[in-house]
């Protein structure tokens, strides 16, 4: 039972920590690819 309930809450976590990294490391690697070869 213990497993049951927080396995799901963990996978929602890992799932809401990725869903805002991706976005925050592609929006940083962007800017520094400009910076370092402007087009």
């Known amino acids: 039972m213990t497993i049951d309930r927080t396995y799901p809450i963990f996978t929602v976590r890992w799932l809401a920590v990725h869903g805002l990294a ?15 070869h402007p087009t």
């Open 22 to 36: 991706v976005p925050t490391v592609s929006f940083f690697w962007v800017n520094i690819s400009n910076a370092v």
